[in-house]
């Protein structure tokens, strides 16, 4: 633009495109009004959108689900985005209900509009094992709407409706088949399967376990799990409010389970 970068440095964004055919590709600046007259074209539209992210404090990486008139659960030309991985450390991605060797993780993917229960499946790649956290970083048109995070490996659903947050942990190489993404449509009607099995809460602070739980479920053991699977440590059976010194253990992340009739109820304990 004849400004030397010493004067004036311009804004600029880089791409990386994979090439579906042979042929010329061509960039096109899209984003500006009809006039030319603002910089970004506002699109009026009522898609849900959620951007999910996974990071270690040293590494990020994100992906872009969005509900939308006219997807299809099939590749969208034009909707989706492949993934490719420009980091050797981290990725996260969709991996589409279709098995194709071409289009196996997607960065942004555009499914049709949203419906109660909906599951979305996330792939994750690691050059380091360790805790990882997964995060709600931003929502659009999704208010009404529930979220959880599952962990197969755990049988847990961690719910990060509102910037929610959760830690996973994760081994070395890919994961795949273990998370996913499960959407309810009405904040208010709709409970998580823990939370209509039985209300449990459980924290550490300063080396103490409390859990408190409603009279349904006393009488039940406990077991603690790090974020490897192990169990740490299992209680006797509890009543409706329950302490255990675990000054032992190393501070971190733990998973409570109850266990006896039924299904287990699970929360983080932190």
């Keep these: 633009n004849g400004y030397s970068i010493g004067a004036q440095l311009a804004s600029s964004q880089g791409f990386m495109a994979k090439v579906i055919s042979t042929g010329t590709v061509q960039f096109n600046n899209g984003q500006r009004s009809a006039t030319n007259g603002a910089f970004l074209r506002l699109a009026e539209d009522d898609a849900k959108r959620i951007w999910v992210s996974l990071d270690n404090g040293s590494h990020f990486n994100e992906v872009n689900v969005v509900f939308m008139d006219g997807a299809t659960d099939a590749y969208d030309m ?51 094992a360790g805790p990882y956290m997964v995060r709600n970083r931003e929502t659009e048109n999704m208010e009404g709407v529930r979220v959880w995070l599952g962990d197969r490996t755990f049988g847990i659903e961690t719910e990060i409706t509102d910037a929610g947050i959760t830690a996973v942990h994760l081994a070395e190489g890919e994961t795949v088949g273990r998370l996913y993404l499960r959407f309810a449509l009405n904040a208010t009607d709709v409970e998580s399967p823990q939370e209509q099995e039985e209300c ?71």
Excluded: Q
């Design 78 to 128: 034009g909707m989706d985005g492949l993934k490719l991985r420009g980091s050797a450390d981290i990725a996260l991605a969709v991996r589409p209900n279709y098995a194709s060797e071409t289009h196996e993780e997607l960065c942004i993917a555009a499914l049709p509009p949203l419906y109660e229960g909906a599951i979305v499946e996330l792939t994750a790649f690691v050059a380091e």
């Design 200 to 270: 449990l809460t459980a924290w550490i602070h300063n080396g103490m376990l409390t859990i408190m739980t409603d009279n349904k479920a006393a009488g039940r053991h406990v077991t603690l799990h790090d974020l490897y699977g192990r169990t740490v440590w299992r209680s006797a059976r509890i009543g409706e409010r329950f302490h255990a010194d675990l000054s032992g253990l190393s501070p971190g992340i733990y998973v409570v389970r109850m266990e006896g009739r039924g299904n287990c109820a699970v929360k983080v304990a932190r």
